[in-house]
Nanobody, 121 residues
Framework: QVRLVESGGGLVQAGGSLRLSCTASGLTFRRYTLGWFRQAPGKEREFVAAIKWSDYTYYGDSMEGRFTISRDNAKNMVFLQMDSAKHEDTAVYCC???????????????WGQGTQVTVSS
């Protein structure tokens, strides 16, 4: 059974930093692209970033620069570093796994439950 479990969410002040983690199990980690998506209340799900096993990365519009995605293939983990946090970054952040690089949520086969990030003004 494939599981993706996020951690590291919480409350952060505007301008601060936060690092999210996602631990995967039940899949051959190196074969998957891992991505991060977010969804704010009343808004559509939004692509943040994705990373292949080779460390090739792909960022959503306006995401590169403040968000950095990385992965540790030995530990089956993917990370999302958020810097210079803004109020509009407040959302539930989910990690997901796909067999190919994509920014489209429909291409992702497995999803975590998500972790809440709240940025205070």
């Amino acid at each position: 059974q494939v599981r993706l479990v996020e951690s590291g969410g919480g409350l952060v002040q505007a301008g601060g930093s936060l690092r999210l983690s996602c631990t995967a199990s039940g899949l051959t980690f190196r074969r998957y692209t891992l991505g991060w998506f977010r969804q704010a209340p009343g808004k559509e799900r939004e692509f943040v970033a994705a990373i292949k096993w080779s460390d090739y990365t792909y960022y959503g519009d306006s995401m590169e620069g403040r968000f950095t995605i990385s992965r540790d293939n030995a530990k089956n983990m993917v990370f999302l570093q958020m810097d210079s946090a803004k109020h509009e970054d407040t959302a539930v952040y989910c990690c997901a796994a796909a067999t190919a690089m994509s920014g489209n949520s429909r291409d992702y086969d497995y999803w975590g439950q998500g972790t809440q990030v709240t940025v205070s003004s």
